[in-house]
């Protein structure tokens, strides 16, 4: 299972594509099954329909926790760092947390809560977030992760969508010098929520809440009530593990979902691999468990190694941008996981911050989320790995469950801004427009995969018909990833970003249409139009064109604008707050009525010398008009 040379790469990588399902086989009788699976792969790209490690029986916390007990059960599964550094951590051994997972899951079923039901968990970055995703896979629940940072509509969206029964959340959440009311947000939300039978709610900040009778309990209470004897649901590999919802070009966000054997393999196997995962290393991934690199690298992937995940409750720049150098240097990371953003925002404080921290730990850097820009590779490469730790440029998605290309540390070549070479398994095309493959080097097209890897999305929740059409159909008989990507003369793959409606912005994904519903919900505006643009520290910000009502004046525009973003802040969050707003008196338009997003794009990248072919639309006149108006 472990590459440990160059070669070693090639030979696994030759393997997976002559003889795939040798190849899977190979790595995943390494874990602990229950039953072992009759078939390693059943696919075609079609329906979609695809299956790994079929009949197989496994629960995956046996394989991230019981497994453990024996070998290393006094060995921190878990670190905790709290938002304030002068709070007390605390470090959960795998037998602590083996022991709190069984508490949790009894006291799901207390409440209620069965194989295959869904639970939605909105909580801060607490060990006890960590639990409650454990604890539904002990008993085979299905868990939905909302992002701590979603509005009450998100959040009453998701649960809808996929009829969630429990809601697991706390009283309130510590980021930074911030306090977010959790509960009372869970509150709002859950008004329009009829499939919510009831909440737990753990004791965090203290801050006052409404518990409602029959449907609110208290974590610690419930705690007291249940023993640590919880022996583990027995899964299909195909039994779906999570929904985790991400944006696309359209519509609301779906929920991807992943299944128990092939997600837990995958996680484990790019874990270990790529980091070059030793034991006894502390591994801190900085992501959220909200999104996807938190469930596969805080959690899943790490836990299955019997790693140490360091989990960090606060954000990089509290009580100062020193924070992460301060947390690798006390716990003594060796493996650091971050994002681009995170690098760029901390470059600016200056190296002082980083100067006074032994950073010596440092064996692996990983970068993931977004493409990283030149200057911030070297600028992390020179100062937090001081040029003796290898960079993993790691490129993946919510849908692949797992890294797909990435250096392996140490064993790949390293090249600024590439994310090198596929993974073992992993089999990328690039494509033109009409689907032909992209043969050779240097080149570039859109990207795709023409064979299925264990980690892969199975369907979308509820809708199958939408998981063939956003993914499978564009290309028929190929994956299609929503990004742009080249390969240059020595095959090394660099990602150039999304070619459909999707920003990414600070590494959340975000698509322009949820955002322009959420500015068209505001009564003053009539339409609007949302574009990305470069933006130093985030990678892309938020531009939006928006039509009032009545062309506002200066001093309402402002008034105005501070609304739209209070409405986008309430429907969606605020991490999907547009940083510029233009007021126009009409949007380019073809004759057809279709927006010409490829001139706004222009426009906000401040790009006006060359705007194409605007002879077909409707009223050509608009755009010098945006043109003069830009911000
Ligand atoms: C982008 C996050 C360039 C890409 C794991 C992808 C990247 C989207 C990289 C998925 C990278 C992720 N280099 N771009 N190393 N990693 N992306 O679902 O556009 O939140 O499609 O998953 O982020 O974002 P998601």
Sequence with gaps: MRIRTFDDYQQ????SVEDPEAFWAGVAQEFQWRKPWTKTLQWNFTEPNIKWFVGGKLNITENCLDRHLAERGDQPAIIWEPNDPHEAGVTLTYRMLHDQVCRMANVLKRNGVGKGDRVCVYMPMVPELAIAVLACARIGAIHSVVFGGFSAQSIADRINDAQCRLVITADGAYRGNKEIPLKSVVDDALIGCPSVEKVIVMTRTRTPVAMLKGRDVWMEQELKQVTADCPAEEMDAEDVLFILYTSGSTGKPKGVVHTCGGYMVYAAYTFENVFQYEPGQVHFCTADIGWITGHSYIVYGPLACGATSLLFEGVPTYPDAGRFWDIVDKHQVNILYTAPTAIRSLMGFG????????????????????????????????????????????????????????????????????????????????????????????VSGNLCMKFPWPGILRTTWGDHERCRQTYFSTYPGL???????????????????????????????????????????????????VVGYPHDI??????????????????????????????????????????????????????????????????????????????????????????????
């Design 12 to 15: 696994a990588y030759q393997q």
């Design 351 to 442: 190296l002082d911050k980083v100067e006074n921290h032994d950073l010596s730990s440092l064996k692996v850097l990983g970068s993931v989320g977004e493409p990283i820009n030149a200057e911030a590779w070297h600028w992390y490469d020179d100062h937090i790995g001081k040029n003796r730790c290898p960079i993993v440029d790691t490129w993946w998605q919510t849908e692949t469950g797992g890294m797909l290309i990435s250096p392996i540390a140490g064993v790949t070549k390293t090249k600024p801004t590439y994310a090198t070479l596929p993974l073992p398994g992993v089999q990328p095309m690039l494509v033109d427009e009409n689907g032909q493959e992209i043969e050779g080097n240097g």
């Design 538 to 631: 985030k990678g892309q910000g938020i531009y939006a064109y928006v039509i009032a009502d009545a062309m506002p004046s200066d001093h309402d525009a402002d008034l105005t604008k501070r609304d739209i973003l209070a409405t986008v802040s309430r429907v969606i969050g605020p991490i999907a707050k547009p940083d510029k707003i233009q007021f126009v008196s009409g949007l380019p338009k073809t004759r057809s009525g279709k927006i010409m997003r490829r001139i706004l794009r222009k426009i906000a990248e401040g790009d006006t010398s060359n705007l194409g072919d605007t002879t077909t639309l409707l009223d050509p006149a608009v755009v010098d008009e945006i043109k003069a108006g830009a911000v």
């Design 479 to 529: 994956y299609f990833t929503g990004d742009g990507c080249l390969r240059d003369e020595d095959g090394y793959y660099r990602i150039t970003g999304r070619v459909d409606d999707v920003l990414n912005v600070s590494g959340h994904r975000i698509g322009t249409a949820e955002v322009e519903n959420a500015i068209n919900m505001h009564t003053g505006v009539v339409e609007s139009a």
